[in-house]
């Protein structure tokens, strides 16, 4: 039996979760019977119940499950009564995280969005498919030394970059291995020319490049892609990069696609907590129980968790091939409507997509 954690949170988590399940279900088609999908609260949701954001039964489940499916955390209003080690996103989220090294964070902006990025549509009008491959654990938000002294009448602040081969190993392997299911393409980002933890990682990269003679791999300056990023998004496929280039790339790379509802993330790691997948969407409370969440990004997160956790490429092919169809198709929740869309709300566009998994089944002669 398969067992997924369920972790709905707070404010749109919980509505986006159930139409990602309801998707997932439906390209499991009757194998889902034997997918056991555990519910657990997190967040504000658990404080409520429970007393703490990450209660110790939380936790359990998903130690003992085989991958975390998770909404979104954070009630601003409220967070502000707490100290900042307590809320939802500190306490819960870098609990699920620890030992999960390899953030996948894809940035896909469908030809029928062009006008809706912040680009020229010509730039974009062939779309965008990038995926970021950020490390998660090390780098500068981990080194030590890390802080503040007093210092000539001021302060001196501190912050250490630290990477080892090992950790560089890991998470470029994970990149090429990402790349080979996609356009054999993998763009390597650091600062070689200044920095002694990016001359180690580009040396590391390079030499593990032999192993994937089918990858055609290159190296790029982070400022260097920062700005190709805008220029001509279509020439990257899949970029591998060091934590903190890969936190600020990421970023830039989400706003290229027009709403942050369609993007997934997942991360994967050591093996010491199962794979966590999110979209990277926040809990919006302004919206909550209001059917105005756009669900496609925990939909799209549900086919990263199929492919990435279980290898199951048909099943996660056939849900982003469905919501490719649903959007050709017209229907839009309000964050990605257009003129001469059709506006459908959250269960809507979940149902849509299911459905649209089942045709894609019957198109290509494939049974469920």
Request: charged share 25%; net charge negative; aromatic share 6%.
């Amino acid at each position: 039996m398969t067992r997924i954690a369920v972790l709905p949170g707070d404010g749109i988590g919980p509505e986006v979760i159930a139409e990602g399940l309801k998707v997932l279900r439906a390209a499991l088609g009757p194998e889902a019977s034997r997918w056991e999908f555990v519910e657990a609260p997190i967040g504000w949701a658990a404080i409520d119940q429970c007393g703490s954001a990450l209660p110790e039964q939380t936790l359990a489940i998903c130690k003992g499950s085989d991958a975390m499916f998770f909404g979104a955390v954070g009630l601003p209003a409220r967070d502000a009564t707490l100290p900042p080690a307590q809320r939802p996103e500190t306490a819960a989220l870098l609990g699920l995280r620890k030992g999960l090294f390899a953030n996948l964070r894809p940035a896909i902006l469908y030809p029928e969005f062009a006008d809706l990025s912040v680009l020229r549509a010509d730039i974009v009008a062939n779309g965008v498919d990038v995926l970021i491959v950020r490390e998660l654990t090390g780098g500068l938000y981990y080194g030590q030394p890390k802080g503040r002294t007093a210092a000539d009448g001021g302060e001196r602040a501190v912050d250490t970059m630290v990477y080892t081969t090992g950790e560089i190993e890991r998470i470029a392997r994970v990149a090429f291995e990402a790349a080979r299911t996609r356009r054999h393409k993998l763009c390597s980002v650091d600062k070689a020319n200044i920095l002694a933890t990016s001359q180690l990682w580009r040396e590391v990269v390079t030499r593990l490049g032999r192993d994937y003679p089918d990858v055609a791999l290159s190296h790029m300056y982070v400022d260097s892609c920062a700005m190709q990023l805008l220029r001509n998004p279509g020439d990257f496929d899949v970029i591998v990069t060091e934590n903190t280039f890969g936190d600020i790339l990421s970023d830039e790379a989400s706003m290229l696609v027009g709403s942050l509802g369609m993007l997934p993330s997942a991360c994967l790691g050591d093996g010491s907590l199962p794979a966590f997948y999110e979209p990277i969407h926040g809990t919006a409370p302004d919206i909550a129980g209001q059917g105005k969440a756009n669900p496609l990004a925990a939909i799209l997160t549900a086919a990263m968790l199929l492919r990435y956790s279980f290898h199951r490429e048909r099943e996660a092919t056939a849900i982003e091939e469905a919501v490719k169809g649903v959007l050709r198709s017209g229907a839009r929740t309000g964050d990605i409507l257009q003129p001469g869309g059709r506006l459908v709300e959250t269960g809507e566009m979940g149902d849509l997509v299911a459905r649209a998994v089942e045709d894609w089944y019957v198109r290509n002669d494939r049974t469920l």
